[in-house]
Each structure stands twice: as structure tokens, then as C-alpha cells.
């Protein structure tokens, strides 16, 4: 299993829903990138278990051209329990299964 750890912003995408996303450091995605090359799924996307605080949840990882990294989504009930709003920046844990 491949973790990494790192602290990023929550951001809300500016379209419909009301999206909320972490854009992961550049130096993460580019190693994450690099250890999943071959297995990303359509778009781009990598499964992950990801964890904030005490809260773990299964998601996927986007690329995300504007930055050059990747995008981890925040859902709703992971911000609720951790009491995260946009602008704050947790610390972040994301395991991968290669």
C-alpha cells in the first residue's frame, strides 16, 4: 500500500453542487502519478481511501489540468464531522492499493 501525507486547502468549485475539493501539493501528484502509471482509471482517475482526522472514506483522485496535480474530494458529511469549511487546511492521508 503507498500513503502519503500532506496538509491542503478545502476549495469550492465554482460551478453547480457546490463541490468541495483539496488540490493536492505538486510534488505528491507527481509521485502518485508516477507509482500509478498504467492504472489510472477513465480520466484520469486513482481510487483511494482517504482520511481526515478521525473520518475515512473511499474516493478517487482527479487530474486536474489548470494546476498540473490532482483533486481529492471533500464530501459533505467528511466536513461535518471534522468541522472543516472552505479555506481551512487539514492534514490529509491517502492510501492507495497500486
Not at 62 to 71: E, I, Q, T, V
Not at 93 to 98: A, K, S, Y
Amino acid at each position: 500500500m503507498l500513503r502519503y501525507e500532506m496538509q491542503a486547502e478545502i476549495w469550492v468549485y465554482p460551478g453547480k453542487g457546490g463541490w468541495h475539493f483539496m488540490t493536492l501539493p505538486t510534488d505528491v501528484a507527481a509521485r502518485i502519478k508516477a507509482a500509478m502509471a498504467g492504472l489510472a482509471r477513465p480520466w484520469g482517475s486513482v481510487g483511494i481511501t482517504a482520511a481526515i482526522g478521525k473520518t475515512r472514506w473511499q474516493t478517487s483522485l482527479f487530474p486536474d489540468k489548470s494546476s498540473g496535480s490532482l483533486l481529492l474530494p471533500v464530501k459533505a458529511s467528511v466536513r461535518q464531522r471534522e468541522g472543516l469549511k472552505a479555506g481551512d487546511a487539514p492534514t490529509v492521508t491517502v492510501e492507495i492499493e497500486p
